[in-house]
């Protein structure tokens, strides 16, 4: 054989030695499309924890804030009539309509009574957050807010007091209202949760509303966008991520604002919390 004709074939020799076959070529594609399938997951389930971890740092910030302005105030909390109107520790309604520009407006939240005490409009959004409005017809943004406060801590809010005279939601007087640092002894500051993630359709104005003696339904839906778990702050200080028990509680987001949300007979555990948490009876 040639010398160049011997050295071609060795050549050729090592080439299909070397080279993948359609088959093998298959298996390895398979391999990492398993190995894929594999870590997705944990790297998705990564990302919402780290978000938590953002999520309940920015709302420890926020009840700090709170926690100042009573102790600049009195001990009276910030005032929280909802912010609309206004005077409120937040202002501004958000919902899903069309050139609603509070949802895309920090100033209504750093002008606001915690603005001084925040100053940093991030610390009203939580990071998991990720469904945008629509502000104009080619043009969506995410909303500024997506937290809301604790609807009996009142910080003498006058006509929206739920248990005093000209009350605009409950007239019952048997449930507790906070609003001094001092009032919250039942439930304790450590177990009185005064911030939470909003459900996307549920947030409107700055207060989340439920009646604690009620069972079958939630006025105001707490969020879950925590892998089925939500972000709360309690009035020590401290917050934490909340995961929910009932899947009635893990409501889809519709892009429609509504308020309502029925309790099916024995998914009680979370909306039970919910009222041990949120006031007591006097």
């Known amino acids: 054989m040639h010398k160049g004709q011997f050295c071609i ?85 958000m919902d899903w309509a069309a050139g609603n520009y509070d949802n895309t407006n920090v100033l209504l939240l750093l002008n606001a009574k915690l603005g001084p005490y925040t100053r940093n409009a991030k610390l009203y959004h939580c990071p998991a957050d990720n469904f945008p409005a629509r502000i104009t017809p080619s043009f969506s943004a995410l909303r500024v807010r997506s937290i809301s406060m604790n609807g009996y801590i009142e910080g003498n809010a006058g006509k929206f007091e739920y248990n005093g005279p000209g009350s605009s939601f409950f007239r019952s ?70 995961k929910w028990r009932e899947a009635s509680t893990i409501v889809p987001v519709k892009h429609i604002q509504y308020n309502g949300f029925t309790v099916p007979p024995g998914q009680v555990r979370d909306i039970r919390w919910r009222n041990q948490h949120t006031s007591a009876p006097l």
């Open 9 to 93: 074939a060795a050549h050729e020799s090592r080439a299909s030695q070397t080279a993948f076959t359609l088959i093998e070529l298959l298996v390895v594609i398979a391999i990492i499309a398993i190995l894929a399938g594999m870590l997705l997951p944990a790297l998705s389930r990564a990302k919402a924890k780290g978000q938590g971890i953002y999520c309940m740092n920015n709302q420890r910030q926020a009840t700090l804030a709170v926690l100042m302005y009573a102790e600049d105030n009195r001990d009276v909390f910030p005032p929280n009539s909802g912010g609309d109107p206004p005077p409120s520790w937040v202002e501004g309604r």
């Open 173 to 242: 007087g048997t449930i507790r209202r906070y609003d001094k640092t001092s009032d919250v002894v039942r439930p304790t500051p450590t177990d009185l949760w005064v911030l939470v993630d909003e459900h996307p359709d549920s947030i409107n104005d700055g207060f989340l509303i439920n009646y604690i003696l009620d069972e079958s339904s939630w006025a105001d839906l707490p969020a879950s966008y925590h892998n089925g778990a939500c972000g709360f702050s309690f009035a020590d200080g401290h917050s934490e991520i909340k």
